[in-house]
């Protein structure tokens, strides 16, 4: 599969802070599998334009392996505000990182530290939609 074929849509207040976090440069990233190479090739549209099932910082997510059937559920965030407890997954993450900018039914191949998996978005819930 290759992650290429999915978009990736990103809002501008969500790109100018992951910009912040990450290296992009104008030449194309050497790390296809990383977050710095996903916000470098997302299409960036206004916060009204943004898509209701798109996952975005705040983001309220459930996610399948495909593999294992295994779900995780978390809420995506900025690095401080990451808590394990709480289920807050910093953006920095593997699995956050590989599923930022993704719609509901999309399937994503990510390397973990496991290893390549093959993810599912399952379900978004945005706090942030637009109505």
């Not at 790390?31 to 209701?52: C, H, W």
């Not at 798109?54 to 995506?76: C, P």
Request: charged share 25%; aromatic share 6%.
């Amino acid at each position: 599969m290759n992650n290429e074929s999915n978009p990736v849509v990103l809002c501008k207040e969500d790109f100018a802070r992951l910009k912040q976090i990450v290296n992009i440069s104008g030449t194309k990233a050497v790390d296809t599998m990383g977050l710095a190479y996903e916000v470098g090739r997302a299409i960036i549209v206004s916060n009204e334009a943004f898509p209701p099932n798109t996952i975005r910082l705040g983001s309220r997510v459930r996610i399948e392996d495909v593999e294992s059937s295994r779900m995780h559920e978390f809420t995506v965030v900025m690095p401080d505000e990451a808590d394990i407890k709480e289920k807050k997954v910093s953006v920095l993450t593997p699995m956050a990182a590989a599923i930022i900018g993704f719609r509901t039914g999309d399937e994503v191949i990510w390397k973990m530290p496991s290893g390549l998996k093959k993810l599912k978005v399952q379900e978004v819930i945005n706090k942030f939609a637009v109505s």
